[in-house]
C-alpha cells in the first residue's frame, strides 16, 4: 500500500513528531531532547534521508524510532515517508519539524490546539505573523538574508492571492496537521525535493482549512542548508512551475469522496487503517 509498509507498534499517543533529516549527526539528539520536554503525549519519528553520518543512531540511542531511507531522497520524501507511517500506525495528528535545530518545540501545544479543536487542517508554524507584545524575538532569531526574504515575501504574496487569505510563511516547515489531511498527503501528487507554497494551494483547492500561528525559528549553526548553492534558483523555478500546473488541474474531490464514503460505510477513509484513497 502506497509503496511502503510498516510493522505495527502498540502507542497509545495521539501525535507523531515527524523530523525529516539528513546528515544532522550534530543536532538531531538535541533536537528529540528539546520535544521531550514538551508536556504533550507524543511519539517521535524521525525520517534519516540516505544520511552518510551517524544520524540514524544517534537518533535511536535518544529513543526516537528511525526510518531508514536507502538514498537521499529529498525532504519531500522523507516528509511524505513520515506521513505514510503516521497514517498506518493510526496516528490522529502529525506535527512535523526540521532535524537541524532551528524550530523551537516549545510551540508545539500552540500548533496542536489548533488542529485538535477542529479549527484547522492545517496550521503554518508562522516566522513572520505578529507575536504578542509580550513575546519578545531572541537574540539568535532565524534571519533570512535579502534574497532568501524577497523569496519568501514573493511565495507568500502569490499563495495569499491565490487562496484568497493571507499567508505570511509559506515555505515554513514546522507545521501540524489532522489525520484527513494526513491521509491526502500520503498520495502520489506530493512533491519529493521541496513541499511548500504549491502543497498549501493544493490543499486548499482540495477544501482543506488552512491557519498560521507564530513560532520562533533559530539560525542555523551547525551543518549546511539545504538552501545552498544553486538550488535556491531551482527552487524558485520549480515552486512557479508547480504552482502554474496545480492551477491548471481540476480541484481534487477528495474531501467530497471522503464524505461519500463516510455515508455508505460509516466511518471515513482516513479511520480505515488499510483503505485505499483515490
Not at 23 to 29: K, L, M, T
Not at 143 to 171: C, E, H, N, Q
Not at 210 to 219: L, R
Amino acid at each position: 500500500m502506497y509503496g511502503t509498509e510498516f510493522m505495527k507498534t502498540t502507542s497509545k499517543n495521539p501525535v507523531l513528531v515527524v523530523i525529516p533529516a539528513f546528515n544532522e549527526q550534530d543536532r538531531i539528539g538535541h533536537v528529540i531532547t528539546d520535544i521531550r520536554k514538551v508536556e504533550v503525549p507524543m511519539d517521535i519519528a524521525v525520517i534519516d534521508d540516505g544520511s552518510r553520518d551517524t544520524t540514524a543512531l544517534v537518533a535511536k540511542l535518544n529513543g526516537a524510532k528511525v526510518i531508514r531511507l536507502s538514498s537521499h531522497l529529498g525532504y519531500g520524501a522523507a516528509l511524505q515517508t513520515g506521513y505514510k507511517y503516521a497514517y498506518q500506525q493510526g496516528y490522529d495528528f502529525v506535527v512535523q519539524l526540521d532535524g537541524d535545530g532551528q524550530h523551537d518545540p516549545s510551540y508545539i501545544p500552540e500548533l496542536l490546539k489548533v488542529v485538535m479543536s477542529g479549527g484547522a487542517d492545517l496550521v503554518l508554524g508562522s516566522r513572520f505573523l505578529e507575536r504578542s507584545a509580550q513575546t519578545k524575538q531572541p537574540s539568535n532569531h532565524y534571519a533570512p538574508g535579502v534574497l532568501r526574504k524577497l523569496g519568501i515575501k514573493l511565495f507568500a504574496w502569490l499563495t495569499s492571492l491565490l487562496v484568497g487569505f493571507k499567508i505570511t510563511d509559506p515555505t515554513s516547515g514546522y507545521q501540524a496537521l489532522n489525520r484527513r489531511l494526513i491521509t491526502f498527503f500520503i498520495r502520489d501528487f506530493f512533491p519529493s525535493d521541496y513541499p511548500d507554497a504549491d502543497v498549501i494551494l493544493i490543499a486548499h483547492r482540495a477544501g482543506f482549512v488552512i491557519k498560521e500561528a507564530p513560532i520562533v525559528s533559530y539560525e542555523r549553526d551547525i551543518g549546511k542548508s539545504m538552501h545552498r548553492g544553486l538550488k535556491p534558483a531551482y527552487y524558485t523555478f520549480k515552486m512557479f512551475l508547480s504552482i502554474f500546473m496545480t492551477m491548471l488541474r481540476k480541484k481534487p474531490e477528495f474531501l467530497r469522496k471522503q464524505r461519500d464514503f463516510k455515508k455508505k460505510f460509516g466511518c471515513s477513509q482516513s479511520d480505515a487503517p488499510h483503505s485505499s484513497v483515490s
